[in-house]
């Protein structure tokens, strides 16, 4: 049996706990075999064999949580992906920012990326709502971690009206505070910008973007999946009359299927991926996100 250890969380209050659309801007439009723990699209890919060539269909996973938040303190215990072109993330998202026009973008991303398994990308994504505004607001820095695709962290995102802040194992390592201001649009304090409610999701895709991620060929998947492993996710609100967070659930992934109170899966294109709701798998006290390959032909 799956042993789960809470880590205190202490005076959260009181204390300081990709650039551009074509980086993790992509995590917002609109996931099963099982696999043996601890491994760790429409888009088309030649793979040549000494006969013919082989055309294979990608699909990667999201976990889309159906719950909206405005602050609040998001932990989730994962073991990533990491391969060229891949993205293995965990955010909070503006469910309708995809829609751009006069809809605003409100995004806060933890992201793995395929370049390195010992790098994640902490990032806020802004952009008001005007059409003649196409690039978005996006303050991404990179951070050394050891191998995320061997080990699990503890992650976690804290957003409250005055800063966003970023742990791992219970570690802030970074803050970005209101009245901080990047850019010339209205949405250049992006601390203050972030007005709108947000879901939490996860997901796991291959970006077309190689400059940002690697350049993605889909071979590391001829031996089977990649899977990110997510041992429990905990949701806390925010008080903001006494700057504390209290706990308002947790899921430890029993049983064999998700908590429809809290998740769905997602269904839509990704870049070189498709999200797949058969590549979300819950067994074994886990929620396994896979990347999966099929032949096209």
Request: with cysteine; glycine share 6%.
């Given at each position: 049996?799956?042993?789960?250890?809470?880590l205190?969380?202490?005076a959260?209050?009181l204390?300081?706990?990709?650039?551009?659309d074509?980086?993790?801007?992509?995590?917002?439009d609109?996931?099963?075999?099982?696999?043996a723990?601890?491994?760790?699209?429409?888009?088309?890919?030649?793979?040549?064999?000494?006969?013919t060539?082989?055309?294979?269909?990608?699909?990667?996973?999201?976990?889309?949580?159906?719950?909206?938040?405005?602050?609040?303190?998001?932990?989730?215990?994962m073991?990533?992906?990491?391969?060229?072109?891949?993205?293995?993330?965990?955010?909070?998202?503006?469910?309708i920012?995809?829609?751009?026009?006069?809809?605003?973008?409100?995004?806060i991303?933890?992201?793995?990326?395929?370049?390195?398994a010992?790098?994640?990308?902490?990032?806020?994504?802004?952009?008001?709502?005007?059409?003649?505004?196409?690039?978005?607001?996006?303050?991404?820095?990179?951070?050394?971690?050891?191998?995320?695709?061997?080990?699990?962290?503890?992650?976690?995102?804290?957003?409250?009206?005055?800063?966003?802040?970023?742990?791992?194992?219970?570690?802030?390592?970074?803050?970005v505070e209101?009245?901080?201001?990047?850019?010339?649009?209205?949405?250049?304090?992006?601390?203050?910008?972030?007005?709108?409610?947000e879901?939490?999701?996860?997901?796991?895709?291959?970006?077309?973007?190689?400059?940002?991620?690697?350049?993605?060929?889909?071979?590391?998947?001829?031996?089977?999946?990649?899977?990110?492993?997510?041992?429990y996710v905990?949701?806390?609100?925010?008080?903001?009359?006494?700057?504390?967070?209290?706990?308002?659930?947790q899921?430890?992934?029993?049983?064999?299927?998700?908590?429809?109170?809290?998740?769905?899966?997602?269904?839509?294109?990704?870049?070189?991926?498709?999200?797949?709701?058969?590549?979300?798998?819950?067994?074994?006290g886990?929620?396994?996100?896979?990347?999966?390959?099929?032949?096209?032909?």
């Amino acid at each position: 049996m799956k042993t789960k250890f809470i880590l205190p969380i202490i005076a959260l209050g009181l204390f300081a706990a990709c650039s551009d659309d074509s980086s993790s801007a992509n995590n917002n439009d609109p996931e099963s075999s099982a696999v043996a723990e601890p491994e760790s699209s429409a888009a088309t890919e030649p793979e040549s064999s000494a006969a013919t060539a082989v055309t294979y269909k990608y699909y990667g996973a999201e976990l889309t949580g159906v719950e909206q938040f405005k602050y609040g303190r998001f932990e989730a215990r994962m073991k990533m992906v990491s391969f060229p072109g891949t993205v293995s993330s965990m955010f909070l998202n503006y469910d309708i920012s995809w829609m751009r026009d006069t809809i605003p973008w409100n995004e806060i991303d933890i992201e793995v990326i395929g370049k390195s398994a010992t790098k994640w990308q902490s990032n806020i994504l802004t952009r008001e709502g005007d059409p003649d505004i196409g690039d978005l607001t996006a303050t991404e820095k990179l951070h050394e971690i050891t191998d995320v695709t061997e080990n699990f962290h503890l992650f976690a995102i804290i957003w409250t009206p005055d800063y966003v802040a970023w742990e791992v194992d219970s570690v802030e390592v970074r803050r970005v505070e209101k009245g901080i201001e990047k850019g010339t649009h209205a949405d250049k304090d992006q601390v203050a910008f972030l007005t709108e409610e947000e879901s939490l999701r996860f997901n796991l895709w291959a970006s077309k973007t190689p400059s940002w991620t690697g350049k993605f060929t889909g071979e590391e998947l001829a031996d089977g999946p990649k899977v990110q492993w997510i041992d429990y996710v905990r949701v806390y609100t925010y008080d903001e009359s006494s700057k504390t967070f209290a706990l308002k659930w947790q899921d430890d992934f029993n049983g064999n299927a998700l908590d429809d109170t809290h998740w769905t899966t997602g269904n839509w294109e990704m870049e070189l991926t498709t999200h797949s709701p058969d590549n979300v798998v819950v067994e074994d006290g886990y929620c396994k996100l896979l990347m999966t390959r099929e032949p096209a032909n």
